[in-house]
């Protein structure tokens, strides 16, 4: 956790350069309206817009893309003393991306609540969706039972091994 304190015209800078970039991106065709940036001790080392339509990547979020810009440049996929600031709440994709990468702390300036109703109910099937069992899920998970104990020593081997690369 970082001890670095943003101040109130910083965070507000900071987020002015998320809108700023989620406007950015929404017109010049590149994807959704949602831009985003990583801060470390008051400086921008990440950012990003939505690039689902030009990269063809439905993971493209401009909260994913500012932490991918962000990981290069710290040379680390974990944000530890990172914030993030996006101009809108993050999606639950976008939400496990910064779980897993770490960050200390999320700025959003528009919530899904009282948003649209497109993003609420979106939120709620992508919610509803992960929580279902894979099996049951409208794009359902079928286990290869004859692999699950080779897919698991590979997985318990790497775990265990302080030789693996990083």
């Known amino acids: 956790m970082s001890t670095y304190t943003p101040t109130r015209e910083e965070k507000e ?4 350069r ?5 406007a950015e991106g929404a017109f010049k065709g590149r994807g959704g309206p949602y831009g985003a940036v990583v801060v470390k001790d008051g400086k921008i080392v990440g950012e990003g817009y939505n690039r689902v339509f030009v990269d063809c990547d439905p993971s493209a979020h401009g909260e994913v893309v500012a932490i991918r810009n962000a990981g290069k440049n710290l040379g680390t996929f974990e944000l530890t003393g990172c914030s993030l600031y996006t101009n809108f709440e993050p999606c639950p994709m976008c939400a496990a991306t910064i779980w897993w990468s770490k960050l200390d702390r999320v700025y959003y ?3 899904v609540k009282g948003s649209t109703v497109h993003h ?3 939120q709620a099937q ?3 969706f992960v929580v279902t069992p894979i099996d049951k899920r409208p794009i359902p998970g079928e286990q ?5 104990k080779k897919a698991f020593d590979i997985i318990e081997k790497y775990l265990t091994d302080d030789t693996k690369k990083v």
């Not at 800078?13 to 002015?16: A, D, E, G, T």
């Not at 998320?18 to 989620?22: Q, V």
Request: glycine share 0%.
């Open 144 to 148: 290869i039972e004859s692999k699950a």
């Open 126 to 128: 992508v919610l509803n």
């Open 109 to 111: 300036a528009q919530p």
């Open 13 to 16: 800078r900071f987020m002015s």
């Open 120 to 122: 609420e109910e979106n």
């Open 18 to 22: 998320a809108i700023e970039l989620s």
